[in-house]
């Protein structure tokens, strides 16, 4: 993968820094950004320090990652998502057990239709747009979350490896979850090289994978990391039916709709482990957390809802969701209003 197109003032300094050999041109972090979290320039800037710390650039040196400059910068983007999600989520102050609370919290969520309207509605070019955006994690499905592992003990520790050794096909190269996405995309005849589209997603598209980043790269915030996994869990299993549906609806095959029916039925799983053996353990044993993964669970879900109110209004709007694809869609678009 090579660096992406530069958005921005910013962009543009950190690509032509990281291109040469001098950590003196790596630039200062914009002041006074209004909207963080829908920022192109600041998110993929961000994003770019951290996939340094995944597969890196071929046209970036290994050294980079761990380079002062870099991750001066990198902590002032990070402190700057983290302000701004800190002031769009509230967490709200309950006695309840932890379970319990991450169950109303999820209960409580009222986001935006948005598998309900690709089972029912969605146009073959507006499933492509989805998978494309998805595909900025999923080709590297688990990777976040697994920073983790290290940072944690007991049984928390035990419930995180075993999600992850599921996420990574147990072993299993061709069921890991980032092989199966790969194969959707394939099928519906997607180019499913690492980072391939990173160019054509919008700041909030990154946000949702700087934040899982932020979480899993910081050890003060492994109880968000567990709370972020634990929303992830138990906010799949029907979401994921919805999509195979819809696929299914769109002349996807059972390859191409694997993926999705794999989340179905494991996820529902990882749910219990999650609530229970990761994030209930850690709290017991780590009280001082227990707002912080109540906070994780929060965040993912305010994000998760962000992305996708942008797909779906741009839809309403009869435009793409991308970045750089033209004013209008390739085929009409549906009004999802």
């Given at each position: 993968?090579?660096?992406?197109?530069?958005?921005?003032?910013?962009?543009?300094?950190?690509?032509?820094?990281?291109?040469?050999?001098?950590?003196?041109?790596?630039?200062?972090?914009?002041?006074?950004?209004?909207?963080?979290?829908?920022?192109?320039?600041?998110?993929?800037?961000?994003?770019?320090?951290?996939?340094?710390?995944?597969?890196?650039?071929?046209?970036?040196?290994?050294?980079?990652?761990?380079?002062?400059?870099?991750?001066?910068?990198?902590?002032?983007?990070?402190?700057?998502?983290?302000?701004?999600?800190?002031?769009?989520?509230?967490?709200?102050?309950?006695?309840?057990?932890?379970?319990?609370?991450?169950?109303?919290?999820?209960?409580?969520?009222?986001?935006?239709?948005?598998?309900?309207?690709?089972?029912?509605?969605?146009?073959?070019?507006?499933?492509?747009?989805?998978?494309?955006?998805?595909?900025?994690?999923?080709?590297?499905?688990?990777?976040?979350?697994?920073?983790?592992?290290?940072?944690?003990?007991?049984r928390a520790k035990a419930a995180l490896v075993e999600i992850q050794a599921d996420e990574y096909g147990g072993g299993n190269a061709a069921r890991m979850h980032a092989e199966l996405f790969r194969a959707t995309m394939r099928g519906l005849g997607l180019d499913d090289t690492y980072g391939r589209y990173v160019d054509a997603?919008?700041?909030?598209?990154?946000?949702?994978?700087?934040?899982?980043?932020?979480?899993g790269l910081r050890r003060e915030l492994r109880g968000a990391l567990a709370g972020h996994l634990a929303a992830f869990e138990m906010t799949s299993s029907a979401p994921n039916r919805r999509y195979s549906q819809g696929l299914r609806r769109l002349g996807g095959d059972a390859a191409t709709r694997r993926f999705y029916d794999?989340?179905?039925?494991?996820?529902?799983?990882?749910?219990?482990?999650?609530?229970?053996?990761?994030?209930?353990?850690?709290?017991?044993?780590?009280?001082?957390?227990?707002?912080?993964?109540?906070?994780?669970?929060?965040?993912?879900?305010?994000?998760?809802?962000?992305?996708?109110?942008?797909?779906?209004?741009?839809?309403?709007?009869?435009?793409?969701?991308?970045?750089?694809?033209?004013?209008?869609?390739?085929?009409?678009?549906?009004?999802?209003?």
């Amino acid at each position: 993968m090579l660096l992406p197109a530069a958005r921005g003032p910013l962009t543009t300094a950190l690509v032509a820094a990281l291109r040469g050999d001098d950590p003196s041109a790596v630039p200062a972090p914009p002041l006074g950004v209004a909207e963080p979290l829908t920022d192109d320039d600041t998110q993929l800037a961000l994003w770019i320090c951290f996939e340094l710390h995944y597969r890196g650039f071929d046209d970036v040196a290994d050294g980079w990652e761990w380079e002062p400059a870099l991750i001066s910068l990198r902590r002032d983007l990070e402190s700057g998502l983290l302000d701004a999600v800190r002031a769009a989520v509230v967490v709200p102050l309950e006695t309840a057990p932890l379970p319990e609370r991450l169950r109303r919290l999820v209960a409580a969520d009222d986001g935006p239709p948005l598998a309900r309207y690709l089972q029912r509605r969605g146009t073959r070019d507006q499933f492509l747009e989805f998978v494309i955006h998805r595909s900025v994690y999923h080709l590297k499905e688990a990777d976040p979350h697994t920073w983790g592992i290290p940072r944690l003990a007991g049984r928390a520790k035990a419930a995180l490896v075993e999600i992850q050794a599921d996420e990574y096909g147990g072993g299993n190269a061709a069921r890991m979850h980032a092989e199966l996405f790969r194969a959707t995309m394939r099928g519906l005849g997607l180019d499913d090289t690492y980072g391939r589209y990173v160019d054509a997603v919008p700041a909030i598209t990154l946000a949702n994978n700087n934040l899982m980043s932020v979480f899993g790269l910081r050890r003060e915030l492994r109880g968000a990391l567990a709370g972020h996994l634990a929303a992830f869990e138990m906010t799949s299993s029907a979401p994921n039916r919805r999509y195979s549906q819809g696929l299914r609806r769109l002349g996807g095959d059972a390859a191409t709709r694997r993926f999705y029916d794999e989340h179905v039925t494991a996820d529902a799983l990882h749910e219990q482990l999650a609530l229970y053996d990761l994030c209930a353990s850690l709290a017991d044993d780590e009280p001082e957390l227990a707002e912080d993964i109540v906070f994780g669970a929060a965040a993912a879900l305010h994000l998760g809802n962000l992305s996708a109110e942008q797909m779906l209004e741009s839809w309403r709007a009869h435009v793409s969701s991308l970045r750089d694809v033209g004013a209008a869609a390739t085929s009409p678009i549906a009004d999802v209003s």
